[in-house]
Structures are given as C-alpha cells and as structure tokens.
C-alpha cells in the first residue's frame, strides 16, 4: 500500500515539469498582448517575457588586439513570432540614421498607460532561410514599470520620423 502511495505521489510531482513547454521551462512567461503595428493589429504566432542577457560591445585598440570590450546586462524581454507577416521597419528610413518607434501601452479600455521610445535595433528579427514562414521578433522591456506591463492590454508600434 505505501508503494502505491508512494508511485502516486511521484507521478503528481514529475507530471508538472513535464507539462510544461520549453519557454515555460525556460523561465518564460506567455502574455496575451494584442500588438499593433501603425494601428493594424498583428496576428501572433506566439509570445511571451523572458529574462535575457544583452551584451554591448564597441571597438577596441591595437593594444587589445581589435577584438573590442563590451559590458553587458539582464533585463526582460517581450518576444513575439509572426506568421507569414514581416516587420520592415527600417524600410522606411534612410539606412544611415537609426530610425525609431514608440511604444504606446495601452489599458483594457484604450486609455494610454505610458509610452517609450526605442530605435529599431531594439526590434530584433532572427534570421532565417525562409523569411517569409516565421519572423521572431524581441524588444527590450529594460526601463519599463512592471506596473505598466500588469494593466496593459494592447501595445502599439508607431513609427517615427
């Protein structure tokens, strides 16, 4: 009686973890923002915040060998995955100045909850052979109240001039 007991109790606790999907796994959480681009909505695949690590590096000297120096940092970020839809962003802009958008995050009843303004590096696409399938998109959350990410709905995409 106590093996059984015992063989219940070990598939309660192992049932969980593998429940779980790999983001979850991961540390990821899924959220359910609707996310618009120029007042279009987009139709996600899927998307979720995770902590990630960001490195910066600039160029070094001769003294260092040219390899550069960096420093890096942790901060959350929003990643979300697009289906037969792709974000050219900097399509727009002239190449040789960093283009921006703003981030306006928005409440359950539209009223704004506080904006942001990034450049387009901080919407980072990975590369992939089939551009066309699957298009991953990350922006960095680093600055953003964890307030403002609890009450938000919907977040808006504008690009800027």
């Given amino acids: 009686m106590k093996r059984f007991y015992l063989l219940i109790g070990l598939c309660c606790c192992l049932f969980p973890l593998t429940a779980q999907s790999l983001i979850q796994q991961l540390g990821g959480t899924p959220t359910q923002f609707t996310i618009m681009l120029d007042d279009q909505p987009l139709e996600m695949v899927n998307q979720y915040i995770i902590k990630r690590a960001v490195s910066r590096h600039k160029s070094g000297s001769k003294l260092d ?14 990643e979300f995955s697009l289906e037969l839809v792709r974000l050219d962003i900097d399509s727009r802009r002239n190449r040789s100045t960093s283009a921006s958008y703003r981030l306006a995050f928005l409440d359950e009843n539209g009223n704004v909850l506080g ?7 901080a919407l980072l696409r990975f590369s992939n052979s089939d551009s066309e399938r699957l298009n991953c998109y990350n922006i960095d959350l680093k600055g953003i109240p964890l307030t403002i ?8 995409l504008t690009i800027r001039d």
């Fill in 149 to 156: 990410l609890e009450n938000c709905k919907t977040i808006k």
């Fill in 115 to 121: 904006f942001s303004t990034r450049t387009v590096k």
């Fill in 65 to 78: 060998g040219g390899y550069g120096y960096g420093y890096g940092y942790e901060s959350y970020h929003l």
